[in-house]
């Protein structure tokens, strides 16, 4: 017999949530206290849960002990564990416990932030927020923020506003029927996020509106082409709208020459969009500032005359990071900053422009930047990320993701039976086994079948790419839980994986 009384309405009775909650607490305390034991990757089969659970809601409500059973039973087996500190694969993402706190406070007041009064605490705490990452970014106070659920949203912003500055009057008269628009082109390295062609997709640019630009050996795209490129699409009558370099490429996580970059956005007047989805967090470290911007290395504090000229990223109209992939706040959380967020509003306000007055009341309305209207209270759990960890404390946990990197580099570096692929500008290591006198897809394929075992075994989650054709295995090192140990562990599955292979062949 269900302890939930039908002979009422309304909701789980205060007493009941209490008990159920505390038992919540006390099951994700021990999921994170027992994560190792679980493997990365779910080793169910694609269909099991389906096949598993039953076809039909229930008529009758159940105790909630009984789905939490099921949560053990059925669930658990499912789940593949990204706060595993030997995930490694993709971007090694996972959350802390305090952003933990964050997502269940903020869906218990459900606030929908569409306008200030709708949710005054969502509008001005992201404000806030976001003003606080900022400054720890070292990005100029122009910049103003807005939280969205992904950088692949973010992004799609980002270059509707770009849409919009050129002046072709498409969110009035859109682009279906119309005989006057010329081909719209954004550009982007060859080594792009897939959220890129997407975007134009979803803006009726088209794929034939993104054009890739070649790299160099360093997989960092190369400006020249770029101006090339532009040059080549205007003298056929193309329209540039939009050019994005990305700081942490999501193959090999190389860093596009941004400042050269916004040369050329300059001379033609397009909209520059810095893709930092991944490696933004990594402007917290004074030592990977470089990375982003130079203007720490023009700037004398001792100097009363400070440079005002912006390097690199700066110099961006937006620029997009990712807080849950890689500041240890719960997904979803991505950031886009504007350097003047009037033109996103330009994008997407419904505000008729003659309401529109300086003595208005002085508020921001979170659905006149994007196409939601209401929008999660997300920016809590940052907040408590950042108040929990402390600039230094996130800084410090950055920092040591980038040295075991290194150190796993070193390791790579240092055998002979394993080689380098990429350089290793943050905490994303490519590399691959090369046993002697092995090569071309004989090696590829040792490398996918070491990949593979390692997989499957469920002791570690690697990830792969292709670099200049090559089957290259992606180490990404990015877990909140991940120490030395984890690294050392792969390190020795590699290396015994890859004597099991040898001694096969
Ligand atoms: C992960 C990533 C994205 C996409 O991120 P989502 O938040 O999942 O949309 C875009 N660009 C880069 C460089 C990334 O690493």
């Not at 606080?132 to 950088?151: C, H, K, N, S, V």
């Not at 794929?207 to 630009?213: D, F, H, S």
């Not at 990977?288 to 000229?309: C, G, M, N, V, Y």
Request: overall charge negative; hydrophobic content about 40%; some cysteine.
């Amino acid at each position: 017999m269900s302890e939930n009384n039908k002979t009422t309405f309304g909701d789980m009775p205060a007493d009941e949530f209490r008990r159920h909650g505390y038992a919540m607490v006390d099951r994700i305390a021990e999921y994170f206290e027992h994560l190792e034991e679980y493997p990365v990757l779910s080793q169910i089969e694609p269909g099991w849960l389906t096949e598993n659970l039953p076809a039909s809601p229930p008529e009758e409500g159940e105790d909630f002990a009984s789905s939490l059973a099921d949560v053990d039973k059925l669930i658990l087996p499912a789940v593949t564990h990204w706060n595993h500190p030997n995930f490694h694969g993709l971007f090694s993402t996972s959350t802390s416990s305090v952003g933990i706190f964050g997502e269940m406070l903020s869906a218990a007041f459900d606030m929908k932030a569409m306008l200030w009064r709708t949710s005054p605490a969502s509008t001005e705490l992201e404000d806030v927020t976001l003003d606080w990452l900022r400054q720890m970014l070292g990005l100029p106070d122009q910049f103003e923020g807005i939280i969205y659920d992904t950088a692949s949203v973010s992004t799609m912003h980002a270059i509707a506003a770009a849409r919009e500055r050129a002046g072709l009057q498409i969110r009035e008269l859109g682009t279906s029927g119309r005989g006057d628009l010329p081909l719209l082109r954004v550009y982007t390295s060859e080594h792009v996020h897939s959220s890129i062609d997407k975007s134009c997709i979803t803006l009726g640019l088209g794929l034939q509106g993104l054009r890739k630009i070649g790299c160099n050996d360093r997989f960092e795209m190369i400006p020249e082409l770029l101006a090339d490129a532009i040059e080549e699409d205007i003298e056929a009558g193309y329209i540039p709208i939009c050019v994005i370099p990305t700081i942490g490429t999501t193959s090999s996580s190389s860093v596009d020459p941004v400042d050269a970059i916004a040369n050329i956005c300059e001379k033609y007047g397009i909209w520059l969009h810095v893709d930092a989805a991944y490696a933004g967090p990594a402007a917290l470290l004074p030592e990977k500032r470089h990375l982003f911007t130079s203007r720490e290395l023009k700037e004398d504090p001792h100097s009363a005359i400070r440079d005002p000229q912006f390097t690199g990223w700066e110099r961006a109209d937006s620029i997009v990071l990712n807080p849950h992939k890689w500041l240890f706040t719960p997904f979803d959380l991505s950031v886009l900053y504007c350097r003047d967020l009037s033109e996103l509003k330009g994008a997407f306000s419904l505000v008729a422009e003659y309401l529109k007055t300086n003595d208005e009341p002085a508020v921001k309305n979170g659905m006149d930047y994007g196409i939601q209207l209401g929008r999660r209270f997300r920016a809590l759990k940052l907040w408590f990320v950042i108040r929990y960890f402390g600039v230094r404390g996130l800084t410090e946990r950055i920092r040591e993701h980038c040295r075991l990197a290194e150190l796993f580099a070193s390791w790579v570096d240092a055998s002979d039976d394993f080689e380098m692929m990429a350089p290793v500008p943050f905490a994303l290591v490519c590399f691959r086994a090369k046993p002697a006198g092995m090569s071309g897809a004989e090696l590829d394929a040792l490398n996918e079948r070491i990949m593979n075992a390692i997989n499957a075994s469920g002791e570690a989650y690697l990830s792969h790419t292709r670099l200049n054709g090559k089957y290259t295995l992606r180490l990404s090192v990015g877990s909140i839980r991940v120490e030395q140990r984890h690294l050392e562990k792969v390190w020795r599955l590699l290396n015994e994986h890859l004597a099991a292979e040898l001694e096969h062949s």
